[in-house]
């Protein structure tokens, strides 16, 4: 099972990592660069998540490059379980945040509700909720290759 592409401890991991904390960044950029983020509680939870998934997945991509310099696969069922929850608590929060963002983004926007809000912001709005759900899918995958590999060790 170690020949998985995302497995733990594999290229394809470390790759899925930073590509979380990528999109994860960008997310965060997008929304904290208004002033006015906090006016709505969807966008504070979308900071709020991404500030966890940049550093979760840049210490995840850490232990998977050390396992590869180290030529050591992780095979402690202990820290596989770990890293298994806390990939799939952080990809249901990511997309729970991600999609109320980008429904309250739509409507707040459409609506005219916020007068001091042009129509730039409300794109990068959305552009912070579509880079929230780009994370999210890699968090997905790599909780689906972790789940995979869970019986194996």
């Known amino acids: 099972m170690e020949g998985l592409p995302g497995a733990p401890a594999t290229g394809g991991s470390v790759v899925l990592r930073f590509g979380q904390a990528i999109f994860a ?14 006016g709505s509680t969807a ?11 940049i ?30 929850v806390g990939d799939w608590v952080l990809s249901y929060l990511s997309l729970a945040a991600s999609c109320s963002v980008g429904s309250a983004s739509d409507v707040l926007g ?28 890699l968090l997905f995958a790599s909780f689906l290759f972790n789940l995979w590999l869970l019986p194996s060790l």
């Not at 960044?25 to 906090?38: H, Q, R």
Request: hydrophobic letters at 55%; proline letters at 2%.
């Open 110 to 137: 459409a609506s005219g509700q916020y007068s001091f809000c042009i129509g730039k912001v409300w794109a990068r709005y959305q552009l912070g909720a579509a880079m929230a759900f780009l994370s999210w899918s």
């Open 25 to 38: 960044a960008i997310s965060l950029l997008c929304m904290c660069l208004d002033i006015e983020f906090y």
């Open 55 to 84: 550093p979760w997945s840049l210490a995840c991509a850490l232990v998977d490059a050390l396992s590869i310099y180290a030529k050591r696969p992780i095979h402690a069922h202990g820290i596989h379980s770990i890293i298994l």
């Open 43 to 53: 966008f504070c939870f979308l900071v709020t998540i991404m500030g966890l998934v």
